[in-house]
């Protein structure tokens, strides 16, 4: 629920608490994860906050952060939409799109608000405590997995070497392929989807399976607008470094 009163109207702790419940298993930990909880779509990003610590009170939170100029990259290449408009609003383009997040700096749902780790990090201390708060890079898992999951395991106290095989099978996301994200603006501009109008429901979920098994796409950002994303984040990235010692200067975060 997006708002706190429906939130409490429907009893939704105890709604998940019973579908939480059978999930977990005694004697392992137990991880939840999910991208919205930091989103600033749908209720507030401490409203989130203050949930999950009402329904996990004893909980280690795990930031897993990234370099704010890649993470929009990413973000544009996924929704290269009108970001004031995630629904329905038009294609643009990568310059136009971020001139448009910064517009949007102070509105409730700016994606810069959700990108500053500093203030993320710090409202979590005050609900779960610095002492259960774990941030780890992005940058440091795919140049030395080694050093990350070293990291990882000490503070969720786990064993290493399982959490080494696990990771060997885990499940990579896919970037989104060229010709799914020229299929997704086509069906923006039109308003409806055309070929699912005229296709069966498998024809047109093995039609989508093929359009996104195609060559990935990676949008460039200028080397401006690189450098006024690292400019607009770099004095909460120095907070966090200094904090937390994250070497964040040498991964180009500041």
């Not at 910064?102 to 409730?108: D, G, I, T």
């Amino acid at each position: 629920h997006n708002d706190d009163i429906e939130y409490a109207k429907y009893n939704v702790k105890n709604f998940y608490q019973q579908k939480i419940t059978p999930l977990l298993v005694k004697g392992k930990k137990n991880v939840f994860s999910n991208e919205s909880f930091l989103s600033t779509y749908s209720c507030g990003r401490g409203e989130k906050a203050k949930r999950l610590k009402e329904l996990f009170p004893e909980a280690k939170i795990i930031f897993i952060i990234r370099r704010q100029a890649d993470l929009l990259r990413s973000h544009y290449d996924d929704n290269p939409f009108d970001p004031s408009c995630r629904s329905s609003g038009k294609h643009m383009k990568i310059k136009k799109w971020i001139q448009y997040c910064f517009n949007l700096e102070y509105s409730h749902n700016s994606l810069l608000k959700s990108f500053n780790f500093y203030n993320n990090v710090k409202y979590y201390e005050q609900l779960f405590g610095k002492n259960n708060i774990g941030v780890f890079l992005f940058e440091e898992f795919v140049q030395n997995k080694t050093v990350f999951v070293e990291k990882l395991t000490n503070f969720m106290a786990i064993d290493n070497d399982k959490a080494v095989e696990i990771l060997k099978k885990a499940y990579e996301n896919k970037t989104i392929s060229k010709r799914y994200k020229k299929y997704r603006i086509l069906c923006r501009r039109l308003g409806f989807n055309p070929v699912k109008k005229i296709l069966s429901s498998s024809k047109y979920n093995s039609y989508i399976k093929y359009l996104k098994k195609g060559k990935a796409t990676k949008t460039k950002i200028s080397e401006g607008d690189k450098k006024r994303i690292v400019n607009y984040f770099s004095l909460s990235n120095k907070e966090l470094d200094k904090e937390y010692h994250l070497n964040l200067k040498e991964y180009n975060y500041y």
